[in-house]
C-alpha cells in the first residue's frame, strides 16, 4: 500500500526537494502541496493524503491552525500531521501538538529519518521515541503561567489501571517498559495504551502524552 503524502511549505524549494526524495521512495507518493494553511486544509480534504508534511509558519493560516483545522474534521480523521520545523525546541512545536499533530522533526533531518518517520505516522503511531516527546512538552507545558493552569479534569471512564499507564507513557516509557514496571505483558499494556488512547480521544502516543501533562497525571521532577 502506498502511502500518500502532502507537502504543505510555503518555500518551494523545499517542497522540490521534498517530492524528489519521497517520489523516490517506494510506498511514498506525494499527491499534493501547499504554500499556505489554506491550501494544506483544502488539499487534505480532496487529495485523500495520508500523511500532511506541515511547516509551521506560512503566511496566512498557520501550520498550527492549519492542523488543527485538519484534525478537527471529522471527515479526515485518518490524516496524520508530522510537523516540520527549523527549530525543534520552539514552543509552538508543541502547540502544534496540542492542535493534534502526531509528532515533529527538524528541517535539517537525514533523508532516511524523515522517509521513517513518514512511514511510522502513516502506521498510526507517534513520531518520536516516547522521552524526546515528553522532554520537549516538559519543557513549555509545566512552565510557570499567571494566572496558574488549572489541569483538564479526567474522564470518569478511565479507570485507575488506566491512569496509571498514561502516567507512565506521559513518563516516557515504552509499552515494554511499561510491561516490566507493572509485570503484565506488553500486548496487555499495548492494549490498556489503546483503551487510554480511545477513551482521552488521543489520536495517537502524542497526544497522550500531552493528556498526560494537561491533566496533571506527570509533573517532572515528581517521581512516576
Given at each position: 500500500m502506498t502511502v500518500r503524502v502532502l507537502?504543505?511549505?510555503?518555500?518551494?524549494?523545499?517542497r522540490a526537494t521534498f517530492r524528489l526524495l519521497i517520489d523516490s521512495t517506494e510506498g511514498l507518493e506525494v499527491v499534493a502541496e501547499a504554500a499556505t494553511g489554506e491550501e494544506a486544509v483544502a488539499l487534505a480534504r480532496t487529495s485523500q493524503a495520508d500523511v500532511v508534511l506541515m511547516d509551521i509558519r506560512m503566511p496566512g493560516t498557520d501550520g498550527i491552525a492549519a492542523t488543527r483545522q485538519i484534525t478537527e474534521n471529522e471527515d479526515l480523521a485518518g490524516v496524520r500531521i508530522l510537523v516540520l520545523t527549523t527549530f525543534e525546541t520552539d514552543e509552538l512545536v508543541v502547540a502544534a501538538l496540542r492542535a493534534g499533530a502526531s509528532g515533529f522533526?527538524?528541517?535539517g533531518v537525514d533523508p532516511e529519518e524523515l522517509l521513517q518517520a513518514i512511514r511510522t505516522i502513516a502506521a498510526g503511531e507517534s513520531l518520536?521515541?516516547?522521552?524526546?516527546?515528553t522532554a520537549l512538552i516538559a519543557r513549555f507545558l509545566t512552565q510557570p503561567a499567571t494566572p496558574p493552569v488549572q489541569h483538564t479534569p479526567l474522564p470518569a471512564e478511565l479507570t485507575a489501571r488506566e491512569r496509571e499507564i498514561t502516567a507512565l507513557v506521559g513518563a516516557g516509557l515504552s509499552n515494554t517498559e511499561i510491561a516490566d514496571r507493572l509485570y503484565i505483558s506488553a500486548s496487555t499494556a499495548k492494549t490498556h495504551v489503546n483503551r487510554a488512547m480511545m477513551k482521552t480521544t488521543s489520536r495517537d502516543r502524542?497526544?497522550?502524552?500531552?493528556?498526560?501533562?494537561?491533566?496533571?497525571?506527570v509533573t517532572p521532577g515528581r517521581p512516576t
Amino acid at each position: 500500500m502506498t502511502v500518500r503524502v502532502l507537502l504543505a511549505d510555503d518555500q518551494a524549494l523545499l517542497r522540490a526537494t521534498f517530492r524528489l526524495l519521497i517520489d523516490s521512495t517506494e510506498g511514498l507518493e506525494v499527491v499534493a502541496e501547499a504554500a499556505t494553511g489554506e491550501e494544506a486544509v483544502a488539499l487534505a480534504r480532496t487529495s485523500q493524503a495520508d500523511v500532511v508534511l506541515m511547516d509551521i509558519r506560512m503566511p496566512g493560516t498557520d501550520g498550527i491552525a492549519a492542523t488543527r483545522q485538519i484534525t478537527e474534521n471529522e471527515d479526515l480523521a485518518g490524516v496524520r500531521i508530522l510537523v516540520l520545523t527549523t527549530f525543534e525546541t520552539d514552543e509552538l512545536v508543541v502547540a502544534a501538538l496540542r492542535a493534534g499533530a502526531s509528532g515533529f522533526l527538524g528541517k535539517g533531518v537525514d533523508p532516511e529519518e524523515l522517509l521513517q518517520a513518514i512511514r511510522t505516522i502513516a502506521a498510526g503511531e507517534s513520531l518520536l521515541s516516547p522521552s524526546a516527546t515528553t522532554a520537549l512538552i516538559a519543557r513549555f507545558l509545566t512552565q510557570p503561567a499567571t494566572p496558574p493552569v488549572q489541569h483538564t479534569p479526567l474522564p470518569a471512564e478511565l479507570t485507575a489501571r488506566e491512569r496509571e499507564i498514561t502516567a507512565l507513557v506521559g513518563a516516557g516509557l515504552s509499552n515494554t517498559e511499561i510491561a516490566d514496571r507493572l509485570y503484565i505483558s506488553a500486548s496487555t499494556a499495548k492494549t490498556h495504551v489503546n483503551r487510554a488512547m480511545m477513551k482521552t480521544t488521543s489520536r495517537d502516543r502524542a497526544q497522550l502524552v500531552v493528556f498526560a501533562y494537561e491533566t496533571g497525571l506527570v509533573t517532572p521532577g515528581r517521581p512516576t
